[in-house]
C-alpha cells in the first residue's frame, strides 16, 4: 500500500487541528509521533517486502476510478522514505518539549505532518507534474513553519525564502511544461522515450538547463542558496533539522537526480555541471560558514557545504560515486537533523545563538555537548562515525574516475569542515563556563533522548557501515545506475 | 612422579605474587613469613625435581607447533635450584632490608612474579612459552627499578628499552630459526651456525648476553645500583639476570647451535667476553661508591662466562658455566654485604667509609671470603672456575683472549683491595657516628653464601661433577676424555702461576696507589686512573659517552629538533599562519557579497540561470 506514506500524515494533519481543540497538548504530541513511527516501522518492515519483485507502480483508486495519480516505490524511493522517517520521528519527539512555549501544538504538527507527505509524494512521484505538486506542499508547509515563531525576523526570513522559492517553482514548472509540449507526456519513462524519439536536442538542453538552476534553488547550491542561512535559523529547531536534514535533499537533490537519472540520462555535460556545482558549494559555503557568529547560521552554511558533496558523489555519475553521495545524503540527513536539535536545545537554555556569547556549556549540558560533538565528528568526516565511510567512499569514487584535482578539493574542504565545527564545540561547550550560565539546565527529556538517538544513530551507521551500505544504500544507487539513459545530444 | 609438578614453581610463586600484592601493606609480619616459608617450600621442591632429573609436560595450546611445552633435564633443574636458593636468601634479606619500603607490596610481588617468570623460562622447551616468560621478566624489571624512588624512573626506563632491545633480538632470532628449522620446540633443534642460521645465533645470542648484562647493553646496571634498591641489583643483575642469560646462551651454544671452537662465531663471542671483561672492570676500578664499583663487577664477570662458553672447548664452557654460578654466589653476596653496610652506616660511598671490620665483623668477614673470590684467589672458587677459563681459552690458540682474561683478574684484585680497604680497614672514618653489626636476616644469607664460595672452591669436585659434568654430556666428542677437574685445586702449573702471578701484580698496584695517596684506600685506584690516554677515556664514559643508550637517546633528542625546526613548524606556520590567513580573507570576501538584499540574491539566482542555460547551449548546439 504505497500511498499509505502519503495519505497517513495527510489524514493526520486533517484531523489534528480539530482534535487540538480537545486536548492541546498530549494528545498531538502522541498522534503525531505515532503517525512518524508507523511511517518508519513501516517504511523499514513492509517496504522490503513491497518492492522485493522490482519496482512498484500504484494507481490511486477514488471510489473504484482510477484518477490521474500514480505512485511508485522502488530502492531509491524506499530509501528516502527511511531516512525521512528516521528524521522527523526525532525532529516530533525533540518538538514534544521545545514547543511547550510556542503554542498551537496542534497546528504546528499538522503543518510538520503535511511537509511530511509532500517529501513522501515527492519522493514516490512518477511523473513530471507530480513533482511539481508535492514540491510545493512541501514548500508551502515549510513557508508556515519557518514563520511559525512570528516574530520579525522569522517573517522576514519566511518572505525572503517564498519568495526565492517561488522563483524556483518556476522555473520547475516551465520546464515541466516544456517537456509536455515536446512530447505530450508527463510519466518520467514516457517523456524520457519521447525525448529520445524527437531530434529535440536544444530544447531539451534548456529544460534541464531550468532542472538544473530550479532544483538548484530547492537544494542551495551556490549560486542558488541565499534564502537559505536566512531560513534554516529562523525556524524553530525541530524545523531547521528537517529542512536542512531532509527538505532541501529530497526537493532539491532527490528530484533532481530522480528526473536527470530517468529522463534526460546523465551525460558527461551535466555530469560536469553538477560536479562543478556541487565543488563550488563544498567549498564557498565551507568558507562561509567559518565566518558565522551565529551557530544555527553556521549549521546552514555547512548544509549548503555538504548538498555540494552529495551532488558531487551523484554528479560524478559512476556507481561508486552515486553510492557515496547517497549514503553522505543518509549520513548527512542524521548529523544536521542532530546539530540543528543540539542548536536548539542551546539557544532553549541560553537564550542566544550567539557562539560569542558561549563556552563551557560542557560543564551544565553533557548530554547535548556530547551529542553535538558525534554530529560534529560524523559530518566532519572523523573515523568511524558515518560521515568519513561516506566522504571517503565519495573520495575514493572521485580518485577512481580520475577526476584527481576534484578529490583533492573534497579533502581540503573536509578540513575546512572540522575546523568550523571544532570552532562551535570550543565556543559553545568547551572550556571555562561563564558566569551567567552557571544556573542553566541540561534539556529536558525528550529533548535530550531526541539527540541521543540521532547520536547513536551517527555511530552505528558508522561502525555498521557496511550493513548499511549494502542492505540500503546500495539497492538505491543501483536504482539510479541501471536508469542512465542520455537524450541530450552530446557534443563534447 | 607427576608431570603436573612441573606448574609448581611457576603457579606457587605467581599465586604467592598475587598475594603479596593484594594484602595490605600492615599486615608485616604474614607477609614475611610467607615469603621466606614460600621460597623454603620452592628450594624443597627445586631438589626434589634436581633428584628427578627427567620430566616432560606438553598441553597442546595454539596449534601450529606452539605448545605449552615444560621439560625438566639436569641443565634445567640445577638452574631451578640455583634460582630457588637465591629467592630464599633474597626473602630471608629482604624482611629487614625492605620492611620500611612504602612500596613494599609490590616489591614482594614483583620479585616472587619474577621467580615465577625465570622459572617458567627456564623450564620452556618451547619458544613460544619461552618467549612470554622470557618478556614477562621485562615488567618486573622495570616495576622493581622504580621502587627505588623518583630518580630511578629514567633508570628504569633505561633498563626497559636496553633489556626490550634485546629481547626483540632474541625474538627476531627466534624466528630466523624457526623458518630455518620449521619447529619451536628447543629440544628438536640443532644447527650449525652458518649463513641465516648464523644470523640466527648472533641475534639470539644478543638476547642472551643482553639478559646476563654484558658490554654493550650493561650500562642501566650502574645507574641501577645507584637508584635501584639493593636487594634488587643483589636479586636481578646478580643473581637471577646471570643465570637466566647464561642459561640461554649456553642452551644457545650447546643445544640450538653446534659451535665448534675457532669458527667464527666462537670468535665472536670469545671477543665479546673479553671486551666486556677488561673495559667494565676498568670502570670498576676507579669507582667511589661501593654499589656502583659492583654493578661494573657485575658485567666484567659475565666476559669470563661468555669467554668460557664462547671457547667451545668442553673445559671452557664448563668454566663458564661454573663461574655463572660461582659468580651469582659471590655477587649476590657482595652486594648484600654491601646493603648490609648501608644499612647500619647510610652510605656506600667509599670516602665516608672506612674500618667497619670491627664494629661488623661478620658482614667483613662475608665481604672478605666473596671479594677473595671473585678475585680468583686460591681456594676459593672464583680461582677454579676462572682457572678453567684461561684454560679453555689458551687451548684455542687465540692466547689473546687468555691475556685479556688475566689482565681483568689483575683489575678484579686491585679493585675489591681497594673497595674492602676502604670500606672494612684503615683507619676508622669520622664520617660515620658508632655502628652496630647488621641484624641476623641480614648477615645470615651473606654468611651463607660466603660458606658456598668456600665449599665450591676447596671441594670444587663436588659442583662439577654434580652439576656442571653432566651438563656437558653428549656434547664432547666421542673418546674425548671429560676430566678437567684434576689441575683444579694444582698450583704447580704454568696457568695457575700466572694467575697468581696476577694477583700479586694486583696487590702491588694497590699499595702503589694507596702510598700515593698519602695512605688513603679509597684514593688507590689513582695512579691507573690518571695514566695518560687512559685518563681521557676514562673522563668520556664517566660523561656516559660509550654509553650506546643515552647517545641514541641524544641522537633521537637531535633528530627530532631537526625535524621539528626544519620540516614540523615550517609545515606548522603554514597550517597556523597561511591558510588561516587565507581562509578568513577568502571568508570575509564572500561574506561582504551577502548583504540580505533579496534583489541581489533573485539576480544570482536568474545569473546563475543564464550562466546554465549558456553552458549547455554553446555545448549542445
Excluded at chain 1, 578540513?415 to 563556563?433: E, M, P
Excluded at chain 2, 644447527?191 to 641475534?203: D, H, M, Q, R, W
Amino acid at each position: 500500500m504505497v500511498f499509505l506514506f502519503v495519505a497517513v500524515p495527510l489524514v493526520v494533519a486533517g484531523v489534528l487541528p480539530l482534535l487540538g481543540k480537545l486536548s492541546k497538548r498530549v494528545l498531538p504530541d502522541i498522534l503525531s509521533n505515532l503517525t512518524f513511527l508507523f511511517l518508519l516501522v513501516y517504511a523499514a518492515t513492509a517496504g522490503r517486502q513491497i518492492i522485493a519483485g522490482g519496482p512498484v507502480s500504484q494507481q490511486i483508486l477514488w471510489f473504484g476510478e482510477p484518477v490521474q495519480i500514480l505512485l511508485g516505490l522502488d530502492g531509491l524511493a524506499l530509501f528516502m522514505l527511511m531516512a525521512i522517517a528516521l528524521v522527523s520521528l526525532c525532529a516530533g519527539i525533540f518538538s514534544i518539549d521545545y514547543m511547550e512555549h510556542y503554542g498551537a501544538k496542534a497546528n504546528y504538527y499538522a503543518l510538520f505532518l503535511i511537509m511530511v507527505a509532500g517529501m513522501n509524494g515527492l519522493v514516490l512521484a512518477k511523473d513530471l507534474f507530480q513533482v511539481y505538486l508535492f514540491l510545493e506542499v512541501a514548500a508551502v508547509a515549510s513557508y508556515a513553519l519557518v514563520a511559525y515563531g512570528l516574530g520579525y525576523e522569522e517573517l522576514e526570513a519566511a518572505f525572503k525564502y517564498l519568495l526565492l522559492s517561488v522563483v524556483a517553482s518556476a522555473f520547475v514548472l516551465i520546464g515541466v511544461t516544456v517537456l509536455f509540449g515536446l512530447t505530450g507526456s508527463l510519466g518520467f519513462e514516457a517523456v524520457g522515450r519521447g525525448l529520445q524519439e524527437l531530434p529535440a536536442g536544444p530544447m531539451a538542453a534548456l529544460c534541464a538547463a531550468l532542472f538544473v538552476a530550479g532544483f538548484g534553488l530547492k537544494a542551495a547550491l551556490i549560486p542558488f542558496h541565499a534564502w537559505l542561512p536566512d531560513a534554516h535559523p529562523s525556524a524553530p529547531a525541530p524545523i531547521s533539522a528537517m529542512l536542512s536534514g531532509l527538505l532541501i535533499k529530497v526537493s532539491g537533490i532527490y528530484a533532481l537526480t530522480r528526473i536527470f537519472f530517468s529522463v534526460f540520462g546523465l551525460t558527461s555535460l551535466l555530469s560536469n555541471l553538477l560536479m562543478g556545482l556541487g565543488v563550488i558549494s563544498a567549498v564557498v559555503a565551507a568558507l562561509l560558514a567559518l565566518g558565522q557568529k551565529d551557530i544555527k547560521r553556521m549549521l546552514a552554511y555547512s548544509s549548503i557545504s555538504q548538498v555540494g558533496y552529495i551532488v558531487l558523489g551523484i554528479g560524478l555519475g559512476t556507481p561508486l560515486g552515486i553510492l557515496g553521495g547517497l549514503f553522505h545524503l543518509f549520513n548527512h540527513a542524521l548529523a544536521k537533523g542532530l546539530l540543528f536539535l543540539t542548536s536548539g536545545s542551546v539557544q532553549m537554555a541560553t537564550g542566544t545563538r550567539n557562539l560569542d556569547e558561549m563556552g563551557g556549556l560542557a560543564k551544565r549540558m553533557p548530554w547535548t555537548a556530547a551529542t553535538n560533538l558525534v554530529g560534529s565528528l560524523s559530518i566532519a568526516g572523523v573515523p568511524p562515525l558515518g560521515g568519513f565511510w561516506s566522504k571517503l567512499v565519495i573520495i575514493m569514487a572521485l580518485v577512481q574516475a580520475g577526476r584527481w584535482p576534484y578529490a583533492v578539493i573534497a579533502v581540503l574542504a573536509s578540513v575546512l569542515t572540522l575546523w568550523y565545527y571544532l570552532l562551535i564545540q570550543r565556543k559553545a561547550f568547551f572550556g571555562k563556563i561563564e558566569e551567567r550560565w552557571k544556573d542553566i539546565r541540561e534539556a529536558p527529556f525528550w529533548m535530550t533522548a531526541a539527540t541521543v538517538i540521532l547520536a547513536l544513530l551517527c555511530i552505528g551507521v558508522g561502525i555498521f557501515f557496511a550493513a548499511v551500505l549494502k542492505s540500503w544504500v546500495q539497492p538505491a544507487a543501483d536504482v539510479l545506475a541501471q536508469g542512465v539513459t542520455a537524450v541530450i545530444p552530446r557534443g563534447r | 612422579m607427576s608431570p603436573n609438578l612441573l606448574l609448581a614453581p611457576i603457579l606457587l610463586p605467581a599465586a604467592l605474587a598475587v598475594f603479596f600484592f593484594l594484602v595490605p601493606k600492615r599486615v608485616r609480619l604474614v607477609r614475611e613469613i610467607l615469603s621466606v616459608a614460600g621460597s623454603l617450600v620452592l628450594l624443597y621442591l627445586a631438589f626434589a625435581l634436581f633428584e628427578v632429573k627427567t620430566l616432560g609436560l606438553k598441553i597442546a595450546w595454539l596449534g601450529m607447533g606452539i605448545d605449552f611445552d615444560l621439560r625438566l633435564f639436569h641443565f634445567s633443574s640445577f638452574i631451578l635450584l640455583g634460582l630457588a636458593g637465591f629467592l630464599f636468601l633474597i626473602s630471608l634479606y629482604s624482611t629487614v632490608k625492605m620492611k620500611d619500603n612504602p612500596r613494599v607490596r609490590e616489591y614482594y610481588a614483583y620479585v616472587f612474579l619474577s621467580a615465577a617468570l625465570a622459572n617458567g623460562a627456564v623450564l620452556s622447551n618451547n619458544f613460544v612459552p619461552l618467549v612470554f616468560f622470557w618478556e614477562g621478566l621485562l615488567l618486573t624489571l622495570y616495576g622493581l627499578i622504580t621502587i627505588g624512588g623518583k630518580e630511578a624512573n629514567r633508570t628504569a626506563v633505561k633498563a626497559f628499552i636496553i633489556s626490550g632491545f634485546c629481547d626483540f633480538a632474541m625474538i627476531l632470532g627466534i624466528g630466523l630459526l624457526w623458518s630455518i628449522t620449521g619447529t619451536l620446540t628447543l629440544s628438536e633443534i640443532s644447527v650449525k651456525p652458518e649463513g641465516l642460521a648464523a644470523a640466527s645465533f648472533i641475534l639470539m645470542m644478543i638476547g642472551a648476553i643482553g639478559k646476563a648484562g654484558a658490554m654493550p647493553f650493561h650500562t642501566w646496571i650502574p645507574d641501577a645500583a645507584i637508584d635501584a634498591p639493593v636487594t634488587f641489583m643483589a636479586f636481578m643483575p646478580a643473581a637471577f639476570e646471570k643465570l637466566l642469560g647464561i642459561y640461554l646462551l649456553a642452551r644457545i651454544t650447546l643445544d640450538l647451535f653446534q659451535l665448534e671452537a675457532r669458527t667464527t662465531m666462537s670468535i665472536v663471542l670469545m671477543s665479546i667476553g673479553a671486551l666486556t671483561i677488561v673495559l667494565a672492570v676498568l670502570m670498576a676500578l676507579i669507582q667511589k661508591d661501593l654499589k656502583k664499583l659492583l654493578s661494573f663487577h657485575a658485567v666484567s664477570q659475565v666476559g669470563y662466562m661468555i669467554l668460557g662458553i664462547g671457547t667451545g672447548i668442553p673445559i671452557g664452557i664448563a668454566g663458564g658455566i661454573f663461574h655463572m654460578i660461582n659468580h651469582a654466589m659471590y655477587k649476590c653476596g657482595l652486594f648484600l654485604s654491601a646493603g648490609s653496610v648501608e644499612h647500619r652506616a647510610g652510605t656506600t660511598e667509599l670516602k665516608k667509609l672506612g674500618g667497619l671490620a670491627r664494629e661488623m665483623p661478620l658482614t667483613a668477614a662475608g665481604f672478605t671470603v666473596c671479594a677473595l673470590a671473585i678475585s680468583g684467589v686460591w681456594p676459593l672458587n672464583g680461582f677454579v672456575s676462572k682457572e678453567m677459563v684461561f684454560r679453555g681459552a689458551l687451548e684455542t690458540g687465540y692466547k689473546v683472549f687468555a691475556v685479556a682474561a688475566w689482565v681483568g683478574a689483575i683489575f678484579t684484585f686491585a679493585s675489591f683491595l681497594k673497595a674492602g680497604h676502604s670500606v672494612f680497614f684503615g683507619a676508622r672514618s669520622q664520617d660515620v657516628p658508632k655502628v652496630k653489626e647488621s641484624p641476623s636476616p641480614l648477615v645470615i644469607p651473606i654468611l651463607i653464601l660466603a660458606l658456598l664460595c668456600i665449599t665450591f672452591g676447596v671441594y670444587n669436585k663436588l659442583p662439577l661433577n654434580e652439576f656442571i659434568q653432566p651438563i656437558l654430556a653428549g656434547h664432547v666428542e666421542a673418546g674425548a676424555h671429560l676430566d678437567f677437574t684434576a689441575h683444579a685445586l694444582s698450583l704447580l702449573n704454568p696457568v695457575a702461576g700466572i694467575s697468581i702471578l696476577c694477583l700479586i701484580i694486583a696487590l702491588g698496584l694497590h699499595l702503589h696507589g694507596w702510598n700515593r695517596a698519602g695512605k688513603k684506600a679509597f684514593l688507590a685506584s689513582e695512579p691507573i686512573h690518571n695514566l695518560p690516554v687512559l685518563h681521557n677515556l676514562y673522563n668520556l664514559s664517566e660523561a656516559r659517552f660509550f654509553d650506546l643508550y643515552e647517545q641514541g637517546v641524544k641522537f633521537l633528542i637531535g633528530l627530532s629538533t631537526v625535524l621539528s625546526r626544519a620540516v614540523d613548524r615550517p609545515i606548522d606556520y603554514f597550517f597556523e599562519k597561511v591558510v588561516t590567513a587565507v581562509g578568513v580573507k577568502l571568508t570575509s570576501l564572500f561574506q561582504k557579497a551577502h548583504n540580505g538584499q533579496y534583489a541581489n540574491y533573485l539576480a544570482w539566482c536568474l545569473a546563475g540561470l543564464l550562466a546554465i542555460v549558456g553552458i549547455v547551449s554553446l555545448v549542445v548546439k
